[in-house]
Structure formats: structure tokens, C-alpha cells
């Protein structure tokens, strides 16, 4: 971002190129001041503006299209330079060149997780990152909070301060999520909340955020595997078989690691006897449960004035007779 090759001729030419697509404003010349003559030209391209600084303080603002150096033309750089354009001594001032462009697809994400308040879970530690846009609103406020003395100021240094600012204000758009559940379906209301918090910040400092994006948010490792068993839990319907399907696949996986044979067979054995051992427990159990239902069915059916023997003297015994009245035997 130079001037012309044939400034001397044209007595300056100013205009801004960026190939990168990355600066949001810089100071033509890069080096110095730029001297403006009568008939200079400063070449504003669509969107784009230029801020002439001199002394230090802002003395115009021009949009886009080009600007040929009168005095008719730069009333307030006339007044504050106390100089009448035509003399051979030039004009000495700063030229700021800011792009309009819309820069997008700047990412940030979470350095640390944030904590947040999920409901039956409690405190739980979350991480996220995502996109979002960015544009300058107002250049004059962009040139006196954020340049500072600098030659230019690229996306990448707002990135970084943008990127601050979502994570400080990150857990307050939380609390939109009540349930660890709801995180996947809340995200664009989230995303929504920290674009309103974002561009609240931003807005002393001439710039905004456009389009936030929240790609992912995700608990621990610890929690995701722990909602992992609990629906798979759900699916299997039975803690017991869950287990052993678990313990099954732990077997496959020391195999897959490269266990010694005689280890994986002794895991293979200890869990096929605890597989035989639940079933023959269950089968026992219920065996006994049929032979004292069978017990009681019979005894249910047993009518009054059944006989039976008496186990002294053989007599028959009704159903309602507790002792034998032959003997006296107790039945």
C-alpha cells in the first residue's frame, strides 16, 4: 500500500491494496507522512474510506471515490494547517485506508472450560468453539481505541481481542442450557446471546460481530461416556446384561491391544463361569420357586373330608382332623 510509481509526476497518488484480504486498516506510506500537494490524488476504492490525521488528530473522513487535494475540497485540513494549497512545500499528514469488507470464518474457541450450571448435574465444566464475522462500523473509533501506533492493524489482532471477550462473556450466555440434555438444540440460542453481549462490548470500539456460530459444545470425556452408558443402559433394558455386554467388549479390546493368549483365555473362562453361574442361579431359583408353588397348589386343592393315613396306626385321617382318633397320633 504505496504510493504510485509516478507520485513524483502526479505530485502523490494514495490508494490502498491489500492482496492478503486480512488488513482492516493501514497507513499509506507505510513509513513517514504523506505530502500532499495541490493536485494530489487520494483514491478511496468501493468499499473503502480514508482518514487524514495531522498532528495527531483526525482531520477528514472521505468515502469512497477519488479525492483530488483543493483547498475547496479540505476545508478542515486548510483551517488546522493554517495553509493555502499551491505552495511548493507540501502538506505533511497521515492517510488511513480501512476496509468495509466483511471478514469472515474467524474462529475462537474455549482455552479453559467454562462452568456451567446444568440442571441435576450441577456445576459441569464445558468446552466449545465456533465462527463468527467480523466488519468495522465506525473507523473513526476503530482508529482512536485500537490502532495506537501502529502502520496497520490486521484481522487477526481484533481476532485475538474479539476472541477474549467471547470467553468472558461465554458462561453468561449459559444459562440459556437448563439440562445437559438440551446443549445440542440450545446452541443457536446461545450463539444469539453471545452475539448480544459481544456487539454491546464492541460497539465503543467501532467494530461488530456478525453471525456467531457455535459449532460444539461439549462436557468432559467423563460425562460424555457416563450419557453413553446411560442410554445404552436404556437400550439394552437390563443392568446385568449391559454389564456383560461391557465386559465383552473390554475382553475384545485387551485382545486388540496384544495381550498374551493365556491372559485373554483366563478372562474369556472367569467370564463365561460367571455367565453359567448367573444362569444356573436363576434356573436354581426358580426350580425351587415352581416346587414350592406346586406344594401350595396342591395343598389349596386338597377339598375337606379327603382322607388320609395316620402315620401311627394307618387309620383314615380326614382333612380337617389334626389328630387321629384311633391313637391319638398328631397328624
Given at each position: 500500500m504505496t504510493p504510485n510509481s509516478q507520485s513524483t509526476f502526479f505530485r502523490g497518488i494514495y490508494e490502498f491494496e491489500d492482496p492478503s484480504g486480512t488488513l482492516i486498516a493501514a497507513k499509506s506510506p507505510p513509513g513517514g507522512s504523506a505530502d500532499l500537494f495541490d493536485g494530489s490524488a487520494i483514491v478511496v476504492k468501493p468499499n473503502q474510506?480514508?482518514?487524514?490525521?495531522?498532528?495527531?488528530?483526525?482531520?477528514?473522513?472521505?468515502?469512497?471515490?477519488?479525492?483530488?487535494?483543493?483547498?475547496?475540497?479540505?476545508?478542515v485540513v486548510t483551517r488546522l494547517a493554517n495553509w493555502k494549497f499551491g505552495m511548493e512545500s507540501p502538506l505533511r499528514c497521515e492517510i488511513w485506508f480501512f476496509s468495509g469488507n466483511v471478514f469472515t470464518a474467524r474462529r475462537w474457541g474455549t482455552t479453559q472450560p467454562v462452568i456451567a450450571n446444568l440442571g441435576s448435574l450441577g456445576p459441569t465444566p464445558l468446552r466449545a468453539y465456533g465462527n463468527f464475522n467480523l466488519v468495522?462500523?465506525?473507523?473513526?473509533?476503530?482508529?482512536?481505541?485500537?490502532?495506537?501506533s501502529r502502520t496497520s492493524f490486521d484481522v487477526t489482532d481484533l481476532e485475538d481481542f474479539v476472541q477474549g471477550q467471547i470467553l468472558e462473556l461465554f458462561p453468561e450466555a449459559l444459562t440459556e442450557v437448563k439440562q445437559i440434555e438440551d446443549l445440542g438444540v440450545r446452541q443457536d440460542d446461545v450463539s444469539k446471546k453471545v452475539e448480544l453481549l459481544l456487539n454491546r462490548e464492541l460497539s465503543s470500539f467501532g467494530v461488530q460481530a456478525q453471525k456467531i456460530q457455535i459449532l460444539s459444545i461439549?462436557?468432559?470425556?467423563?460425562?460424555?461416556?457416563?450419557?453413553?452408558?446411560?442410554?445404552?443402559?436404556?437400550?439394552?433394558?437390563?443392568?446385568?446384561?449391559?454389564?456383560?455386554?461391557?465386559?465383552?467388549?473390554?475382553?475384545?479390546?485387551?485382545?486388540?491391544?496384544?495381550s498374551n493368549e493365556s491372559m485373554h483365555m483366563m478372562l474369556g473362562l472367569m467370564l463365561g463361569k460367571g455367565l453359567m453361574g448367573a444362569d444356573f442361579r436363576e434356573k436354581e431359583g426358580l426350580t425351587s420357586g415352581d416346587a414350592k408353588s406346586a406344594s401350595s397348589n396342591e395343598r389349596a386343592l386338597a377339598l375337606p373330608g379327603t382322607a388320609e393315613k395316620c402315620v401311627g396306626c394307618h387309620a383314615d385321617l380326614q382333612a380337617d382332623q389334626k389328630f387321629c382318633p384311633n391313637c391319638g397320633q398328631k397328624r
Open positions: 474510506c480514508a482518514i487524514l490525521i495531522y498532528k495527531g488528530e483526525i482531520a477528514d473522513i472521505m468515502p469512497a471515490g477519488t479525492h483530488i487535494v483543493k483547498t475547496e475540497n479540505f476545508p468495522v462500523t465506525d473507523p473513526k473509533k476503530v482508529y482512536l481505541n485500537l490502532i495506537g461439549l462436557p468432559p470425556a467423563e460425562v460424555v461416556q457416563a450419557l453413553d452408558a446411560r442410554v445404552a443402559m436404556k437400550v439394552i433394558g437390563n443392568q446385568k446384561e449391559y454389564l456383560l455386554y461391557k465386559a465383552a467388549n473390554s475382553l475384545d479390546a485387551v485382545h486388540d491391544n496384544g
